[in-house]
């Protein structure tokens, strides 16, 4: 091959782009490392650190001796997030149990059982100890046809930590970091065009989700200015579910990454409630006929041979408090969040508290 | 199979490495064209099988063509291959159209007429090939070009899966003998190529797709939005559909220059256009050029007098417009640029007795007016094609001229400002090859190699969470 002095500068230039690209993406891949937490996953750390400062202050203000406020966790998918008022949840339990209680919300765009154990276990990990989690189980997590998505953890960087606690759970996961193909460019690019020039995104993007959601973890969905965004909303939807909702058929692999979750709730004696989140009648009727019922009861076996409660609101709202038929607006937001409190938050707390008596009174009695 | 889906780079990578490491350019050809068969069959593998066929046939009519001297054979074999080409792309592309419009001027006549339709699968980028075989052909006829003797030359200068979906349509006579001759490794051509392909990805990825954030949802439900927001999505558009096709174009040549292909240059510097001639000179070059020579030129061009020039003129738009889709919405798209054309042609001979009005065009102000008038026009005619249909394009118009309160659009108006004026820079680097032997080549090798690794990081960075396939994809 003749090197002439054009050919030489051009395959230096080439060479010297890989170079700086590739050194750009190990730059980054290294703020991204598990050390770095804050900017690898604010979800998580953003929220931990507000509740911890929550649950300080709640202990601080309760008399000596005196057990400790009970804490209810709800994790899951973005359908969670922004369907749990928590504030509301402690305002109501606290009228009613007559004592305090803590709620914080833990869902996340995109979250699985994976994703949700994963969550678990940091929290655990960090010395947090929920009495109630309530799940939000995403139906397209369950499907066969999804199974190969569920190692895959792409919307959570998986750690050396979190790669140990799913392996003593048999769970065998990739650990995301180092990622040879920059791939967490790719991956993070809402959130550094966010921090750089958040005009070029839209509105509801330009700011990091997490740092819009309230005290309590939870988000409200903004109200829906005009039906195009509405009608947008609905075709990525359909978009990204209708097809396997069409052939919904139950995987073992989804079903059994939610029984190792419910198996460690009930090791930890943590109550754990899933919950089958609301859905509008356009998202149901993309189902496969029958789907919802075996989905039904595939979690109801689930949920009894763990010791677990379920809480089907699939048909809980109307189709006018749905942003996209499976996102609720605030008006949803409001009454879901009512109804499970009054259903199944507050039977479950109730139970856990006649024990925690009991356990007192014996002890007394001894 | 996209220029920028992750399945295309290891297809590439692979093509690209076999090509180069084979000695002879003769099995160069074979693995080219194996690839450009497979790259068309991960759509559908019958229609590629169609191409095949139909290229197959337009070879052996060439060499019919190219044999006989006797002209009624000659002309038969001809309208052969044109009614091949041209039914096949009636078939594909227009029937259900055709059916649907004979069956509304039923209507409209007072007769009750149901027609069917038909479950047809349109061939992507069938427009652009059958374009380039009638092109040889007719150019064959014309012994403009003699016939290729090599069936696998002939098969890749059809296929060749750079240009296969969405163009440039290029001529036998640029591309055939590109195909014989010994490719040779040339660095400074494989920078050429990663510089264009880069561009091309920046266009595509960083500009288009995230202006159709803006645009798609103002063309769904135009009623919602105030009169400011549409015409910045109707001017988004002007500049989305550009960077799109564009930036298609240049990943194209981008790819072909990596194996050694030069092709047509398709797009130059558009929007700078001080009038819509010059805009047509400019715009889709290769499918302007094709349809003056090989339709407003034998339709007599501008030889017949004004008015069959305007008649000409009119009829070529109005049939490039229905090539670019089967919808009477790109019919009216295709009669305004002829009666823009034709408008200015009058007013080409306004400036003949008045030569005043032309000096004051060809002063700074004058100049600048006329780029921004016909700016203002292209993108007017652009939401006949955008639209899905008239109903849409009509409140556009109404909402464009008389003002509507209304929502704002999704992304921030500074920040869609923000990226037109960025696209007045990347226009700038359309033109290419002045401005990178203006600046790049004085740069050191590492300065453009940070160049080119800030380009790369900035395409990841802007790529939006969901982007869209070329929209001349379904042409």
């Given amino acids: 091959m003749i090197v002439r002095p054009n050919s030489r500068r051009a395959w230096l230039s080439l060479a010297w782009g890989v170079f700086f690209f590739a050194s750009a993406a190990a730059v980054l891949q290294v703020l991204a490392a598990p050390a770095v937490e804050r900017f690898r996953d604010p979800p998580y750390s953003f929220r931990r650190d507000k509740l911890k400062e929550r649950l300080k202050t709640l202990e601080a203000s309760i008399a000596e001796g005196a057990p400790r406020p009970p804490l209810v966790v709800t994790i899951g998918s973005s359908r969670i997030l922004n369907a749990v008022d928590c504030q509301s949840t402690e305002l109501v339990l606290k009228q009613r149990l007559g004592q305090d209680v803590c709620a914080a919300n833990f869902g996340s765009p995109g979250f699985g059982p994976l994703h949700s154990l994963v969550l678990l276990g940091r929290l655990l990990r960090d010395g947090i100890q929920p009495d109630v989690v309530v799940i939000d189980v995403l139906p397209l997590y369950l499907a066969k046809s999804s199974e190969s998505q569920l190692p895959k953890e792409q919307w959570i960087p998986i750690t050396p930590a979190d790669k140990a606690w799913l392996a003593d759970r048999d769970i065998e996961v990739e650990v995301t970091q180092p990622d040879p193909q920059g791939l967490t460019l790719y991956h993070s690019r809402t959130d550094i065009l966010a921090s750089c020039m958040p005009k070029l995104l839209p509105r509801s993007r330009a700011t990091k989700w997490v740092t819009t959601t309230d005290a309590w973890g939870g988000r409200r969905t903004p109200p829906i200015a005009n039906q195009a965004m509405k009608t947008q909303g609905l075709e990525l939807a359909k978009s990204t579910y209708h097809d396997t909702l069409r052939d919904f058929e139950i995987g073992e692999a989804g079903l059994s990454a939610v029984r190792v979750l419910l198996t460690e709730c009930r090791q930890r004696r943590i109550d754990a409630v899933v919950v089958v989140m609301p859905e509008g009648p356009t998202f149901r009727s993309w189902y496969r006929t029958g789907a919802l019922h075996e989905l039904a009861s595939a979690l109801k076996c689930v949920t009894r041979e763990c010791g677990a409660h379920l809480v089907i609101s699939s048909e809980w709202i109307e189709e006018q408090d749905f942003w996209d038929s499976h996102h609720l607006l605030a008006s949803g937001a409001e009454r879901f969040s009512a109804r499970l409190t009054r259903e199944a938050l507050e039977p479950v707390l109730q139970g856990r508290l006649n024990v925690a008596l009991q356990s007192t009174d014996a002890t007394q009695l001894r | ?475």
Wanted: one cysteine or more.
């Fill in chain 2, 1 to 475: 199979m996209l220029f920028y889906s992750p399945e295309f780079f290891p297809f590439f990578a692979i093509v690209f490495a076999v090509y180069w490491l084979l000695p002879k350019q003769s099995l160069r050809t074979w693995v080219l064209l194996a690839a450009s068969f497979y790259f068309y069959a991960t759509w559908n593998q019958w229609l590629a099988l169609i191409i095949g066929v139909t290229s197959v046939i337009d070879y052996v009519v060439a060499r019919g063509l190219d044999a006989s001297t006797n002209q009624r054979w000659r002309r038969t074999l001809l309208g052969g291959s044109l009614v091949m080409n041209l039914g096949l792309l009636a078939y594909f592309k227009y029937v259900n159209f055709f059916l649907d419009s004979l069956e509304m001027s039923m209507q409209a006549a007072g007769m009750s007429l149901s027609m069917p339709t038909l479950q047809v699968i349109l061939p992507i980028g069938i427009s652009f090939y059958t374009f380039e075989a009638i092109n040889y052909t007719v150019d064959v006829y014309r012994k403009r070009v003699p016939a290729e003797r090599s069936l696998p030359h002939f098969l890749l200068f059809i296929t060749f899966f750079p240009h296969l979906v969405a163009g440039p349509i290029v001529r036998a006579r640029d591309f055939l003998p590109q195909i014989a001759q010994q490719k040779r490794w040339d660095w400074s051509r494989m920078q050429l190529g990663c510089e264009f392909f880069l561009l091309g990805l920046f266009k595509k990825l960083a500009i288009a797709d995230r202006l159709a954030m803006v645009v798609d949802p103002v063309f769904a439900d135009t009623q919602a939005y105030n009169t400011s927001a549409v015409w910045l999505a109707v001017v988004a558009y002007s500049i989305q559909i550009y960077c799109d096709f564009s930036g298609y174009t240049d990943m194209a040549i981008g790819l072909a220059h990596t194996l050694g292909f030069k092709l047509a240059k398709n797009f130059d510097m558009p929007y700078a256009s001080v009038n819509i001639s010059e805009f047509w000179r400019r715009w889709h070059i290769s499918l302007s050029s094709w349809l003056r020579d090989y339709l407003f030129i034998p339709l007599g061009g501008s030889r017949g007098g004004t008015w069959l020039t305007y008649r000409n003129l009119m009829l070529t738009m109005t049939l490039g417009g229905l090539w670019h889709g089967a919808s009477w919405t790109f019919v009216a798209w295709g009669i305004m640029h002829g009666t823009f054309l034709i408008l200015h042609k009058q007013l080409q001979d306004l400036w003949i007795v008045w030569p005043t009005g032309k000096r004051l065009l060809q002063t700074h102000v004058g100049r600048a007016v006329s780029i921004a008038l016909t700016f203002v026009c292209v993108s007017l005619a652009w939401v006949c094609f955008r639209a899905p249909d008239f109903a849409t394009a009509a409140q556009v118009y109404e909402h464009l001229f008389v003002p509507h309160a209304g929502t704002r659009l999704v992304i921030p108006n500074d920040g869609v400002i923000m990226i037109l004026l960025a696209v007045l820079a990347a226009h700038f680097i359309g033109h290419w090859h002045a401005w990178r032997r203006r600046s790049l080549q004085q740069l050191p090798a590492p300065a453009i190699g940070l160049a080119y690794a800030i380009a790369l990081v900035g395409i990841i960075v802007l790529i939006p969470e969901y982007s869209k396939p070329f929209i001349y994809f379904q042409f």
